[in-house]
């Protein structure tokens, strides 16, 4: 027998190595083996098994790791697709699938040693003080950890083997699961009662998981074996069980889910749910733990995502390949969790550029999602208040089923939206609060009410200049502007991290002016001045520079839901998934700030970000208020978020996208060559672009556009330089430029990156 296997290192090509008689039965698709290649071993993936080899002298495998097979069958199958179509290396594809705490030779299991009280038989025998004070507590426990033990009792490990040669304690080495959420106490809950429009939804959902949409399903399946030039996976599919939940933040989006997932679990499936921030896990964790901690439906959750340890990951991971976790919540990569059978996949805030990822295999986890989906017959769920322009097109265009849920929960009203023109305010000098917004902060405090603030920009100020001379601190590496910390004093580059010391003149060789000074306003300078505005309010500010620790984002808004805190001032972070009853006002700084951005997602990107942010306010009894403070508050994407009106943003930008033949209308792949010389990557760019214009003669619809210096030109000392193709025919293009890409020569210090479908330009 021989074993086809995939190497951890991109050659784009697969080996075969023999399976010696020792390891037969042991190695099947999916399982982790070390082979021999050239001098060194490597680990790799066994990707088919078969009776013969049509190559000669074979070297054989070396050892399996890990007793069960890491990969199903079917979550391979999915990263051959990922590799095709996002044209990287099926290697690099595949290994992203397996967190590296699991791809480890030596990752396994934590074993702790646990004391357990054993029964006495006869007198029991006379203990020395100590041995009887240790013994006195393990009798009362009945079992703990060693360690445990020991910090308790304040004794040595030789006490407790004392009790251990008497016979009356034994010591056994046991698995102990590193849970993250081990300390929490979660309190279970029961399914809510859902209002007609989420039992329209759920109702829909709930048939195409029992299959009853019959000519759906043989569509699926025909799609399933056929392959379309629609674009990505999101236009892939001819017709799926897709659903795109578009729900107006509080009509209860979450609770679909919940009632969904018990059906799958019913149905003896399992679950997995993406979210967007990393931050938002705890929050979503909680309530899924307490609707499935309890009778029939019973099951672990899992949880997966970057800022779990590496034996945190381990296990986590594991419970779910063993079937002991059978839902999964987790940030983009949880949508590879070795889940059998699936049966749901929920995408929450489906909109959000996090779900993109930035190296490669620079997949997008939503259109992951759809095709696991798609190969699985599982159904898939996008929810959000603000969709996408690709999903809510799909919907248009009959790819997708779409679900409205127009209201929110308890006839909860949405929030007033009062727009604030900034340019009347900033005529003697430009303010960080309007009066409507100081004078709303002020009657909040007084009532006991909380406020949000949002500003999507951290540090103190977002540049150093000199009024005299027009000197601006700039990043030795990129082409950015340094953002002022005045907590570290430091100027620090948000790109690559560069930082240095303010300059207390102009470091200008011919001006030295000391009148230099800070312009902009990022998250830092908004807490200072509401503590000189509102010195009796609590006032606490997150963003990457205050939650540094991955318990501080849980413990301080553990302490905004218990109300030690008046005003809660943040970036992106802040800005969807919290729900707090008790936050009636919410403020955002500058509203357009990403409005004028070289991107054609800039009005889309600010029309989410505010219908978002506006989310958090009137949520409980008390109807909510936002004020959007604004330099061009007539911009069609701050007007539309006023009214909460989605449809309406939506055919305006339709438009704007037709003509120009932007996504959804077609899609896009963006090239970029980076390298240190300028000259030489400009050079290279145009040669490729020449090698494009020959061997893409064959796709007809196909727009060149570039090169062109990308819009961050120099970034971590590289200079980049940008080819933007647009198509109908995505598919089509991925697999020509990954010919393209393979017989390409460039220079050894000039690189190429090919993105597919990329969610932003810079």
Same mark, same amino acid.
């Given at each position: ?44 993936? *066994? ?237 979503? *964790? ?60 929920? *995408? ?30 599982? *159904? ?383």
């Amino acid at each position: 027998m021989i074993a086809r296997v995939s190497l951890e290192i991109a050659l784009r090509k697969e080996f075969d190595y023999l399976i010696p008689a020792e390891l037969t039965g042991q190695i099947d698709v999916g399982s982790r083996v070390q082979v021999p290649f050239g001098a060194r071993k490597i680990l790799g993936v *066994v990707t088919a098994v078969a009776e013969e080899s049509g190559r000669a002298n074979l070297k054989p495998i070396l050892k399996v790791i890990g007793a069960q097979t890491l990969v199903t069958p079917k979550v391979l199958k999915l990263a051959r697709w990922i590799g095709e179509y996002y044209c990287c290396a099926p290697e690099i594809a595949l290994k992203s699938v397996l967190p590296e705490a699991v791809r480890k030779e030596d990752a396994g299991w934590r074993e702790r040693l646990f004391v357990r009280a054993l029964s006495v038989s006869g007198e029991f025998p006379k203990l020395p003080k100590r041995q009887q004070e240790v013994w006195n507590l393990v009798e009362e426990r009945r079992e703990l950890p060693l360690a445990e033990l020991l910090t308790l009792t304040k004794t040595t490990a030789a006490t407790v083997r004392k009790l251990e040669d008497r016979g009356l304690v034994s010591i056994t080495s046991e698995v102990s699961e590193r849970d993250p959420y081990a300390r929490e106490t979660i309190l279970a809950t029961q399914p809510i009662l859902v209002n007609p429009a989420q039992t329209t939804a759920l109702e829909k959902i709930k048939g195409a998981m029992d299959g009853k949409d019959e000519g759906r399903r043989m569509n699926d399946e025909k799609a399933a074996t056929k392959t379309t030039d629609s674009g990505s996976a999101s236009s892939f599919i001819l017709h799926n069980s897709t659903f795109l939940l578009h729900g107006v933040t509080g009509s209860g989006k979450t609770e679909i889910y919940l009632q969904a997932i018990a059906h799958a679990l019913e149905q003896g499936k399992g679950a997995i749910v993406l979210v967007p921030e990393i931050a938002l896990t705890p929050q979503t *964790v909680e309530r899924f733990k307490a609707r499935f901690s309890s009778e029939k439906l019973q099951t672990l959750v899992a949880v997966l995502h970057s800022h779990l340890s590496a034996g945190e990951r381990h296990d986590e991971w594991h419970k779910i390949r063993q079937g002991r976790a059978r839902i999964v919540i987790g940030a983009r990569s949880a949508i590879f969790a070795p889940v059998e059978p699936l049966g749901l996949i929920i *995408v929450d805030e489906e909109h959000e550029q996090t779900y993109k990822q930035e190296e490669a295999p620079r997949y997008h986890a939503r259109d992951v999602a759809i095709m696991r989906g798609q190969m699985e017959n599982a *159904v898939v769920v996008l929810g959000s208040a603000t969709p996408s322009m690709e999903s809510f097109y799909n919907c248009k265009r009959g790819k997708f089923t779409l679900l409205e849920l127009p209201d929110r929960v308890d006839d909860q009203k949405m929030p007033y939206v009062r727009v604030v023109d900034m340019r009347q305010a900033a005529e003697k000098g430009p303010p960080l609060f309007s009066p409507q917004l100081k004078e709303a902060i002020h009657q909040r405090l007084e009532r006991g009410e909380q406020t949000i603030l949002f500003l999507n920009r951290r540090g103190y100020s977002t540049s150093l200049l000199c009024p005299k001379c027009g000197y601006v601190a700039q990043c030795p590496n990129c082409s950015v502007s340094l953002t002022y910390h005045r907590t570290e004093q430091k100027l620090s580059c948000h790109i690559c991290g560069h930082n240095e010391k303010v300059p207390s003149v102009c470091p200008e060789p011919k001006c030295k002016n000391p009148a230099i000074r800070f312009a902009g306003t990022g998250t830092q300078k908004v807490e200072e001045v509401l503590a000189k505005l509102f010195p009796k309010a609590r006032i606490k500010r997150m963003d990457a520079d205050t939650m540094k620790r991955k318990d501080d984002y849980r413990r301080v808004l553990g302490d905004f839901r218990a109300g030690k805190i008046d005003i809660l001032v943040g970036t992106q972070m802040i800005a969807k998934g919290l729900h707090f009853p008790n936050v009636t006002l919410v403020g955002i700084i500058y509203a357009d700030s990403a409005l004028h951005q070289p991107d054609f997602r800039a009005g889309e990107r600010t029309f989410q970000l505010l219908t978002q942010v506006a989310g958090r306010a009137g949520r409980g009894d008390v109807e909510g208020e936002v004020f959007v403070q604004a330099f061009t508050p007539f911009h069609p994407a701050i007007q539309y978020a006023r009214r909460h009106d989605f449809n309406g943003f939506y055919e305006q930008e339709i438009e704007f996208r037709e003509q120009l033949k932007y996504p959804p209308v077609s899609r896009v792949a963006l090239l970029t060559l980076k390298g240190r010389n300028e000259e030489k990557v400009k050079f290279s760019a145009d040669h490729l672009k020449r090698e494009l214009e020959k061997k893409l003669k064959g796709l007809k619809d196909l727009i060149i556009a570039g090169p062109a210096p990308a819009p961050l030109l120099r970034a971590e000392n590289f200079y980049r330089y940008q080819i933007m193709l647009r198509t109908r025919a995505m598919s089509a293009l991925s697999r020509e430029l990954s010919q393209i890409i393979q017989s390409l020569k460039l220079p050894e210090d000039v690189s190429l990156a090919v993105d597919i479908d990329p969610v932003s330009l810079s």
